[in-house]
């Protein structure tokens, strides 16, 4: 640690966020001798795990894989207990290993940093917190979440609803009861889709206010023996060698032949067995399904026969089945008794692309089609997704550049690490990395692993500055656009392509080439002597 003339203490890495990604690189930077910070809003740890305590909240990536997998003993030590991880076992894991790596002292939490400036003169990042603080880094690590700028609908009358009002996204830590309550749910994404039928169990009626209907596969969760535990710890290392390169950074692949080289008993078997296996791994059944739109009509149709078949009314089946979107171009939903939901005497469902919202009330909703009386109102709409936890703080780089300037037509990344115009800032997890389109524990550790290196090779050459060349980040950005069409991607309006927040920029931001290609091309510039960067 360091000070500067005001007395102010300089560190060497400053690390925003302390989820997955953020807890990694506390840890790898310490132990390669960088005095590094942590700053985190949060009163703990956890990031996304930390906020997203609605009932029902679940990951959709099998708990053995969304696991760190960089210190073996940590993998060996800790007893996943369930198939998917609920919130609670996430959020007990990640502080287990904050108190297990001593991370928590590195950290400064309840701390929201609200602006970030790179001085040229002295090659530092000067960062400003909603605790008045200000802090002073050679590098500043992004880990602010892909998923964590929530959005909240401008909705008339908003204000004036004199019920409980709840966010699937900051929710209470002590759980408010429904018993007896009328509640309504706004959404059905993931959130709303994972709530809904915890909610309904306990509410006296439950109002599902749909737009779009999106598709979700049921979670096959189970209980973890010890004999399938030990069976998994066993198999750890290759499983996490197979990771390491695969598309998704899971072991999981698809059918080896595509959908339209198949005959229809076939396909079915295979779609059933995915079926059976769950989740968003249906969305990838067939190597094609995400590239031909005639073999993925094969999976939609699939999928919308299962829903017909679990939901007895016709009407609420059919609103229940998306329309705009081929599936999986917008992140399949995984449930626990979704759609069986919506047999409850006390659910309803809200068709609001028949029945458009009006405004909201002091006692609900009112519609095109009516007024429902609620007691509580759940708002499950979302976050401006990837580059919202950047542009809502004050983020300048060299010569006062903004990154809302900077992006004004959508992000420009090299790697989805490096911005042009910002030195000595790295962002984890944001556009133009594979992102949510892979496991993001090993794409966390893969991205930290490799800013830690190019940091460690910086300290090591004298270099006080290194950023991506503009022509570097134009070409990636311009791969990531050009990949993203090879793919159904962009048939869809959602948060991967920004069409969810009003007057984003649109264009598809996760990298959709596959975490093992994207590993090669990182691997490849760092063997490559950092091609791309310049380094003063
Ligand atoms: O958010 P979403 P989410 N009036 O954006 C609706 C991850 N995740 O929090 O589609 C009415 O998907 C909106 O409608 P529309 C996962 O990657 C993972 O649910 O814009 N409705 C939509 O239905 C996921 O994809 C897990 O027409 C409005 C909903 O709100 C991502 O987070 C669990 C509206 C928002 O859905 C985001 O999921 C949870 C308005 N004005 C989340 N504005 C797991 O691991 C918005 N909506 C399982």
Redesign the pocket.
Known sequence: MGGNASGQQVRDVLVVGAGFAGLYALHRFRQDGFDVQGVEAAPGVGGTWYW?RYPG????VESVDYSYSFDERLQQEWRWSERYAAQPEILAYLEHVARRFDLECLIRFETRVTCARFDEQDSMWTVGTDTGDTLRARYLVLATGC?SAV?T?D?PGAADFAGEVLF??NWPHHPPSFEGRRVGV???????I?SIPILAREAASLTV????A?YSVPMPNQVLSDEEWERIRADYPARRRKSAYAPAGTPHEPYPKGALEIGEEERRAALEARWQQGGVLFGKTFPDQMSDLAANDVARRFAEEKIRRIVHDPVTARDLIPTDHPIGT??I??DIGYYETFNRPNVRLVN?RREP?TRITETGIRTGGGEYELDVLVY????DAMTGSLSRMALSGRDDVRIQDVWAHGPLTYLGLGIPGFPNLFNLGGPGCPS?LANMVLHSEQQVDWVADLVTWCASNGIDQVEPRHDAAVKWTEHVQQVSRRTLFPMASS?YTGA?IEGKPRGFMPYAGGFGNYRTSCDQVRSDGYEGMVFT
Do not use: E, Y
């Not at 909240?57 to 959709?60: S, W």
């Not at 706004?186 to 709303?192: A, E």
């Not at 499950?380 to 976050?383: D, H, L, N, P, Q």
């Open positions: 997203n909240a679940r990951c959709d998923l959005h609908p909705i699937t996204a706004l959404g059905t994404g993931s959130s709303g994972q206010f749909q737009r779009s999106n917008k992140r939903c995984t609001l919202i499950a709409t979302g976050f949510v948060w969810n």
